[in-house]
C-alpha cells in the first residue's frame, strides 16, 4: 500500500540533500512537485521545478478540494496538487513531500495514514555552523533562520519520527529504513 511521507526540517539542516539522496535509492519513491501562483524564475521549469498555474486556476482547484495542503506566502499561493498523488500512489509509488512544519500539520489533520518525519540537526550550534558556512546570508538573515528553527524544533513531538542529520549517510539509512516499515503497514 502507498503512502504519503512528509519530511519537515529547519533551513540548514540537510533536508534537500537527504531527499536527493532517497530519491537515488528508491525508485518507488515519488517527490511530489508543488504548486504555486508565482511567475516562473530563470532556470526554472514548469512540472519540474513547481507547477505553475494562475491565481484563478489556483482558488478554482482548492474550491474543488483538488489540493492537499497550502499557504499563502508574499501574495502566492503554493500547495500540494492532490491528482498527481492520488495517481502516483495508484501506480504504488510512495509519495515524499518536503513541507514546512505548519504544513504538517495541516496534512495530518487531513491523511491521518500520512507519516510525518522530522529531520532536525544535531544541535543547534552545529545548525548555525552550516548556515553560516553556505556563506549565501546576513547575520540578520541567519539568525531569523534561527529564531525559526528554534520554534520549528518545539513542535518535534507533532512528528511520527525525528531523526538527526549529524552524519548524512546514517540519517539517509534511517529514514529509507522508516519508509521501508511503513509502507508495509
Do not use: W
Amino acid at each position: 500500500m502507498s503512502k504519503i511521507f512528509v519530511i519537515s526540517a529547519p533551513s540548514g539542516t540537510g533536508k534537500g540533500t537527504v531527499i536527493a539522496e532517497l530519491l537515488k535509492r528508491d525508485e518507488n519513491l515519488y517527490y511530489s512537485v508543488s504548486m504555486t501562483t508565482r511567475s516562473p524564475r530563470a532556470g526554472e521549469e514548469n512540472g519540474v521545478s513547481y507547477h505553475f498555474v494562475t491565481r484563478e486556476t489556483f482558488l478554482e482547484k482548492l474550491k474543488n478540494n483538488e489540493i492537499l495542503e497550502y499557504t499563502e506566502y508574499c501574495d502566492n499561493f503554493y500547495g500540494t496538487p492532490l491528482d498527481i498523488l492520488e495517481q502516483k500512489m495508484n501506480e504504488g509509488k510512495n509519495c515524499l513531500l518536503e513541507i514546512d512544519v505548519v504544513g504538517a500539520e495541516n496534512i495530518r489533520k487531513m491523511r491521518k495514514d500520512a507519516v510525518l518525519l522530522f529531520i532536525a540537526p544535531p544541535s543547534m550550534e552545529e545548525l548555525e555552523r552550516r548556515l553560516r558556512k553556505r556563506g549565501t546570508e546576513t547575520d540578520e538573515v541567519i539568525a531569523k533562520r534561527l529564531a525559526a528553527a528554534n520554534s520549528e524544533m518545539e513542535k518535534q513531538s507533532l512528528f511520527d519520527y525525528v531523526v538527526i542529520n549529524g552524519e548524512l549517510e546514517k540519517a539517509v539509512n534511517d529514514i529509507e529504513n522508516i519508509i521501508k516499515k511503513e509502507a508495509t503497514k
